[in-house]
């Protein structure tokens, strides 16, 4: 199996305060994992790209000092939302791809839904 | 830049029924990778299938099938015996191959099964 977890998978905070994402790959080491944010009724956004022991490539438009993603094993990678505002307010996915082998598929963790208030 | 596209926004079919979903990209790459994921309202993303654009045999997944025409640019999904689970958001995805593995997706298909 290719089995990707995340934690919490729902969370609810104060408008300023920080928030972790963690995203895991239980049975498999993970080269690469994605960050994705995806609004209502909409496709996945790729927030950045994530590499283990490395620093992580953010797409166009996002801030990386807001949103920190930090990628210390093969098995997890994080994803921090700092001073976080309402309109940070969405749902987080993540995703995986194998070490070994051909690595082309990515797996993905069941999201955590985010609320600002 | 490669784009990808689905021009269904929403499909509703009786259960049992046969339902092709429709995928067209756009790419000059010769090899690349393609994916239909499944997302439903749990919101949980599912792999249903991939292809690699070099074979030329349609790939399938018990009842799930591609038409893949690559002079076209077309990645069709055919869903056979349509269930009730099968209720959900379809994305079409595409990969370069030798890249930064990331996904191009299309903007989804809303599929409802009715029983």
Redesign the interface.
Known sequence: GAVVSQHPSRVICKSGTSVKIECRSLDFQAT?M?WYR?FPK???M?MA?SNEGSKA?YEQGVEKDKFLINHASLTLSTLTVTSAHPEDSS?Y?C?A?KASGS??????G??TRLLVL | AQTVTQSQPEMSVQEAETVTLSCTYDTSENNYYLFWYKQPPSRQMILVIRQEAYKQQNATENRFSVNFQKAAKSFSLKISDSQLGDTAMYFCAFMKSHSNYQLIWGAGTKLIIKP
């Open positions: 690469t994605f995806q909409q496709s996945l790729l790209t490539t749902f996915i995703s791809r690595g082309e598929t990515q797996y993905f069941p999201g």
